[in-house]
């Protein structure tokens, strides 16, 4: 097919992000809080830098953001969409686990559509990759376990977390604003209900920290 249709394919699941992350925020915030949290995504820089480009990171992300939107929407197919999903974010990259938390809670009610969801297109994915599997797994596991023993690639990795956001962008202070707001709402004893997510931020933030 070449790389052009793959960069637009790839483009094209980053915009499906946006579209959950629109979902999501409408559901905690209505219209302006879809808008907010579809402009926030964007201003990430994940389209415009890295929407188009072949690697694994940005579609995980996408998916995972578009699963949880989904996942806002009433209904047992929508279960099902969800967890078909995000079955597909954590195909793409391992990441996806970290949302995993705020998965089960916004299907709590619903599990059993969004599993069976989950598990058939894991079945499907192992059963077309089956001859593959023993690489796959030596590339995902043993790989990111030896690196450890390796000379380091990147100088000062924790840092390069903060660093790797431009610090003149506006998602750079946007997402301080959002940590700041949270932490007052909390402290006002006025929860927005939307820890859940949170855990997200935090589970990813570890996992940077740990790998």
Same mark, same amino acid.
């Given at each position: 097919?070449?790389?052009?249709?793959?960069?637009?394919?790839?483009?094209?699941?980053?915009?499906?992000?946006?579209?959950?992350?629109?979902?999501?925020?409408?559901?905690?915030?209505?219209?302006?809080?879809?808008?907010?949290?579809?402009?926030?995504?964007?201003?990430?820089?994940?389209?415009?830098?890295?929407?188009?480009?072949?690697?694994?990171?940005? !579609?995980?992300?996408?998916?995972?953001?578009?699963?949880?939107?989904?996942?806002?929407?009433?209904?047992?197919?929508?279960?099902?969409?969800?967890?078909?999903?995000?079955?597909?974010?954590?195909?793409?990259?391992?990441?996806?686990?970290?949302?995993? !938390?705020?998965?089960?809670?916004?299907?709590?009610?619903?599990?059993?559509?969004?599993?069976?969801?989950?598990?058939?297109?894991?079945?499907?994915?192992?059963?077309?990759?089956?001859?593959?599997?023993?690489?796959?797994?030596?590339?995902?596991?043993?790989?990111?376990?030896?690196?450890?023993?390796?000379?380091?690639?990147?100088?000062? !990795?924790?840092?390069?977390?903060?660093?790797?956001? !431009?610090?003149?962008?506006? /998602?750079?202070?946007?997402?301080?604003?959002?940590?700041?707001?949270?932490?007052? /709402?909390?402290?006002?004893?006025?929860?927005?209900?939307?820890?859940?997510?949170?855990?997200?931020?935090?589970?990813?933030?570890? /996992?940077?920290?740990?790998?």
């Amino acid at each position: 097919l070449g790389v052009a249709p793959l960069r637009s394919g790839l483009l094209a699941v980053t915009l499906a992000g946006t579209v959950g992350a629109w979902l999501l925020g409408r559901h905690f915030g209505a219209s302006i809080g879809g808008l907010l949290a579809a402009g926030l995504l964007v201003a990430a820089a994940l389209l415009d830098l890295l929407g188009a480009q072949v690697i694994a990171d940005p !579609p995980a992300l996408a998916l995972t953001a578009l699963a949880l939107g989904v996942a806002t929407l009433p209904g047992a197919a929508a279960a099902v969409a969800a967890g078909v999903v995000f079955g597909a974010a954590l195909s793409v990259k391992l990441t996806a686990l970290t949302a995993a !938390p705020a998965s089960v809670w916004s299907l709590r009610r619903r599990l059993r559509p969004a599993v069976a969801g989950f598990g058939v297109l894991v079945a499907l994915l192992l059963l077309a990759h089956v001859r593959a599997l023993g690489d796959l797994w030596t590339s995902g596991i043993p790989y990111h376990e030896q690196a450890r023993s390796t000379p380091a690639v990147i100088p000062h !990795p924790y840092r390069q977390i903060v660093d790797q956001i !431009p610090h003149t962008t506006p /998602f750079f202070w946007l997402a301080l604003l959002a940590i700041a707001a949270g932490i007052a /709402f909390v402290a006002l004893r006025r929860p927005l209900g939307v820890w859940p997510l949170w855990s997200w931020v935090v589970l990813a933030v570890l /996992f940077l920290l740990v790998h």
